[in-house]
């Protein structure tokens, strides 16, 4: 678990105090408190989840401006992966690095890049001539590292140059990540396969991994569209949202507050 930033926590705290205004109150500016339908209140808190997950990931997520990859300041996450990967190189180890979102993934090879990391990057925007070249280029062990989408190279490749496999963000459904994690794990493999996962703590990503044992069957349908994702409840899902587990940690609250009037005599 990845220990945040004092300013990689207050901007996601901000984000997720403003989406539980959205899902809760929608039109509390202007004084109304209605109730939204559960439908349309199951879909503003799946958003929320979504947007939540890439803040997780990054605090420039919490802005809707794009900034190009490699002008992005490298967060907590980021300069684990580069920490990570500088050691698995000295190593003469190679890896293969997920992610959800196709953004992340861009931001955080920019900074294996400037680190000194080569790599070679597969997703779902990669044309289907090249992928088989990219393969081969990994296979051949002239780069250190293959970042990929979880949805375009999750399946299908056999990449057993890799003897690590690096998640940048958890996805519900842990058979989705076994399945990627099953790339290095093919047939010719003559090395262990280390898994390792970059867990953003007191955030919704802790929650997702809670899901992971609590509600596994539960898990395989939510954001997948399947019937599954109906059975957890519009409040078990705000739930999700509303809940981190640092809330019910007096001592990190404490510690959070510290760091936050710290801040504000720094800027005084």
């Known amino acids: 678990f990845l220990r945040r ?33 559960a439908n349309e209140k199951r ?41 990570l990967l500088r050691g698995l190189k000295d190593a003469g180890h190679k890896a293969l690095v997920f992610s959800q979102f196709v953004r992340h993934l861009e931001i955080a090879r920019a900074a294996a890049t400037a680190a000194g990391i080569t790599s070679l990057q597969l997703d779902g925007s990669t044309p289907a001539k090249d992928r088989a070249a990219l393969v081969d280029e990994f296979q051949a062990g002239g780069v250190d590292a293959f970042f ?3 949805k375009a190279g999750g399946t299908g490749l056999n990449l057993v140059r890799a003897s690590y496999v690096v998640h940048l ?69 705000t739930a999700l949202v509303t809940h981190t587990r640092r809330s019910s940690r007096a001592a990190d609250r404490a510690q959070e507050l510290a760091d936050d009037d710290d801040v504000g005599e720094r800027r005084a």
């Open 169 to 237: 963000d958890p996805w519900w459904n842990p058979a989705v990540e076994d399945q990627a994690a099953d790339r290095a794990h093919r047939i010719g493999q003559t090395e262990p396969v280390t898994v390792v996962r970059l867990i953003a703590e007191d955030t919704l990503e802790e929650e997702m991994l809670d899901l992971h044992e609590q509600k596994r069957a539960l898990v395989e349908g939510v954001l997948e569209g399947t019937a599954a994702a109906a059975s957890l409840s519009v409040d078990e899902l």
């Open 148 to 150: 990929l989408s979880l």
């Open 43 to 83: 879909v503003k808190i799946l958003a929320a989840i979504t947007k939540l997950r890439l803040v997780a990931c990054h605090a420039m997520f919490a802005d809707d401006v794009v900034t190009p990859p490699d002008q992005v300041v490298p967060g907590t996450k980021q300069r684990a992966l580069v920490e």
């Open 5 to 37: 930033e004092a300013g990689e926590r207050r901007a996601y705290d901000k984000i997720r105090k403003a989406l539980l205004l959205d899902i809760l109150r929608p039109d509390a500016e202007r004084g109304d408190d209605r109730r939204l339908p």
